[in-house]
């Protein structure tokens, strides 16, 4: 498994666990909407547009969530989501200055260095959303829409087997690797379900982000910097597992 892949995972993943020995044995009731605090953990596949596009191709994002459904089905959420790929686009061009005629780089060892450029980023997000019952599932589970504000950045992470590549090393890569932040939107629709007992609940979506965002870097390879404004997009399917905490039912009491 890729290394950059696991650590991204492992923070999503240890939540959801730990948060499984805190559920509680007791039953949704299927006729009647309630309210609850959900944790989750999601992974989308996403496909870029806009200038985006122009960078890099087919991304994974994956990360972990948490949000507030109230007994009228609203949720208030809080989501993070390491974005991930390997597809830059245009790399070899980025980093032509340091390469040799047959488009190798050279590295401090005398070898041809190893090199992979990858995609790099992470979001954040405030959400709202409404529930709609369908299907003839239970009260707390239907179709759903989410709207978003947040904040996202992105950027190039060059890879190099053994470090051997001074142009590619410590602050010197920041040169190459158009790093870029701004301000994001998301919208996002369809199925959402909780389970009547146990741990099946997951929602299933379509997701659209927009964001509005800025090079923060002055490039080496252009010998300038991009104060122009980009708009980012990306159009993904997402999956979540979510682990409702309802809390304990409160103990019976007895009047004589």
Not at 46 to 70: C, E, L, R, V, W
């Amino acid at each position: 498994m890729n290394k950059s892949f696991f650590y991204a995972f492992l923070p999503a993943f240890l939540m959801v666990m730990m948060a499984a020995n805190l559920v509680s044995a007791q039953e949704l009731k299927a006729d009647s909407a309630r309210s609850s605090f959900i944790i989750y953990a999601a992974y989308a596949y996403q496909i870029p547009g806009g200038d985006m596009a122009s960078q890099y191709g087919h991304n994974s994002t994956i990360g972990p969530g948490f949000f507030y459904k109230t007994d009228k089905n609203w949720m208030w959420t809080a989501e993070m989501n390491f974005i991930f790929g390997n597809d830059v686009k245009n790399s070899e061009s980025i980093i032509d200055a340091i390469n040799t005629e047959d488009g190798f780089v050279i590295g401090l060892d005398g070898t041809f260095a190893n090199i992979r450029p990858m995609e790099r980023g992470f979001t954040l997000f405030a959400e709202v959303g409404k529930i709609i019952p369908a299907f003839n599932l239970n009260a707390n589970s239907g179709l759903f829409f989410n709207v978003g504000l947040g904040y996202i950045q992105h950027k190039i992470r060059w890879d190099v087997e053994n470090n051997n590549v001074l142009q590619l090393d410590d602050d010197y890569k920041k040169g190459y690797d158009r790093f870029t932040e701004g301000v994001a939107f998301t919208q996002s629709f369809g199925l959402f379900y909780l389970g009547n007992e146990g741990l099946w609940n997951f929602k299933l979506n379509a997701e659209v982000v927009e964001a509005f965002t800025t090079m923060k870097r002055y490039n080496f390879d252009t010998m300038d910097g991009d104060p122009n404004g980009k708009i980012d997009l990306f159009f993904g399917l997402k999956a979540a597992w979510m682990i409702p905490l309802y809390g304990r039912a409160p103990k019976a009491m007895y009047y004589y």
